[in-house]
């Protein structure tokens, strides 16, 4: 009977032991169809797995880069210790940006065209009585690096005003201190360069002698296609259009000014954007001009004078001007710009106009010149695209 019941209670625990193994084999089978597992490193709850966020940081690097800020001002000379000292501000020329250096930081590229030549000494070859001729000291540059200056034209009629020597050093003292330039003629036609993994290309033209033509747009449209071969985003500069304020509107033919041909600034704009230019910024004229978005790229016909220290007629219109922030994709494709207002006083510095004139100038002229129809400007200067 002990026997028995050995057996018996054997066989019912062999029983559930059964059941049990079937249960767990059951369980730790798929089902049907099943998508293949994938390895993941374990981690504790306060750590990622570092695969996943490389990938999201990689993403993230690539959306920040889709937006491009590239700021444009228009002529710039601080200064001049020709013919007298008493052409240069005070306190090294340190007040003259110093309410603007945030606004013009606040970007990835900052351009501007200086007017003139950067040399400490030397004789002009200027032969006329009554001729200007800007020679800026060397110390005055310091202010460019502190405003965040990037890039600027040198392509104007006033780059030759102390010839070949006021030409190779105003070169020499922009590269020592980071400043990139353009615009001379089988000596600097063009300039490439990167910043934040961005590569960008500069070119810059004008009527003048020494200077790469504006009035030669095959030679233009060919530097053009050169730069937009390497680069990610081509900036081109022009100096051209007739000056003053009879001179405010862009009349989309060839202009003169004093006998010399100025170019036709609404026809070179529009050829080097055709050659893979993707924003335009002109000066010259001494005003401000209108804009325009032709082809998804941003051109802004004239930017007026930004910081003009000295022997510059500030009156009226020529003493108003934009900071332009131009917004674009990494292929150049317009987004959006903004218009921050600055009017100078006289011998003393350049500040935010409250009276937003140079809104209203550009909003102005850009209606009447006829390039409205495909962006709006509002009274902020926040200038978009007419969905």
């Known amino acids: ?40 490193p374990k981690t504790s709850p306060k750590q990622e797995a570092p695969v996943l966020r490389l990938k999201v940081a990689s993403i993230q ?13 228009g002529d710039i000379m601080l200064g001049s210790n020709y013919p007298s000292s008493k052409y240069l501000p005070a306190n090294r020329g340190k007040n003259l940006l ?6 013009l930081k606040d970007a990835d590229i900052t351009f501007g065209n200086l007017e003139g030549t950067i ?19 060397e110390y005055l540059v310091d202010n460019l690096v502190t405003a965040g200056f990037d890039v600027v034209s040198i392509a104007n009629n006033h780059v030759r005003d102390f010839g070949n020597k006021g030409i190779n050093n105003t070169m020499r003292v922009l590269k020592a ?15 490439t360069f990167e910043k934040g993994g961005v590569k960008y290309g500069f070119a810059a033209f004008a009527p003048n002698i020494g200077t790469v033509k504006i009035t030669n747009i095959p030679h233009a449209k060919k530097i053009v296609r050169q730069l937009a071969q390497t680069s990610d985003i081509v900036i081109v500069s022009f100096h051209g259009g007739a000056e003053g304020t009879a001179h405010q509107h862009v009349p989309k033919k060839t202009e003169y000014y004093y006998g ?13 954007i055709d050659a893979g230019a993707d924003i335009v910024f002109g000066h010259g004229p001494h005003v401000t001009r209108a804009v325009e978005v032709y082809q998804n790229r941003f051109i802004a016909y004239s930017l007026g004078n930004f910081c003009t220290y000295g022997r510059f007629n500030l009156r009226g219109a020529t003493g108003i001007a934009p900071i332009i922030k131009v917004n674009v994709n990494r292929n150049g494709v317009f987004q959006k710009a903004k218009i921050t207002p600055i009017v100078q ?18 909003i102005k002229l850009t209606r009447k010149d006829g390039f409205l129809h495909n962006i709006s400007i509002n009274h902020d200067g926040l200038i978009t695209l007419k969905k």
């Open 345 to 362: 006083i006289k011998n003393s510095r350049v500040i935010i106009d409250k009276k937003k004139r140079a809104i209203s100038k550009i």
């Open 61 to 73: 690097k690539v959306e920040a880069l889709q937006t491009i800020s590239i700021i444009g001002v």
């Open 119 to 137: 040399l400490d000494k030397g004789a002009t070859i200027k032969h006329c009585k009554k001729c200007y001729a800007f020679r800026m000291p």
């Open 1 to 40: 009977m002990k026997f028995l019941i050995k057996i018996l209670l054997l066989m019912w625990m062999l029983l559930l032991y059964g059941c049990y193994a079937s249960s767990e084999t059951l369980n730790s089978q798929p089902i049907g169809n099943t998508i293949p597992s994938i390895s993941v």
């Open 98 to 103: 110093k309410t603007l250096n945030p606004i």
């Open 260 to 272: 010399e041909n100025r170019g036709n600034v609404h026809k070179f704009a529009h050829a080097v």
């Open 177 to 191: 201190n980071g400043i990139y330039a353009a615009g001379i003629e089988k000596k600097q036609e063009l300039v």
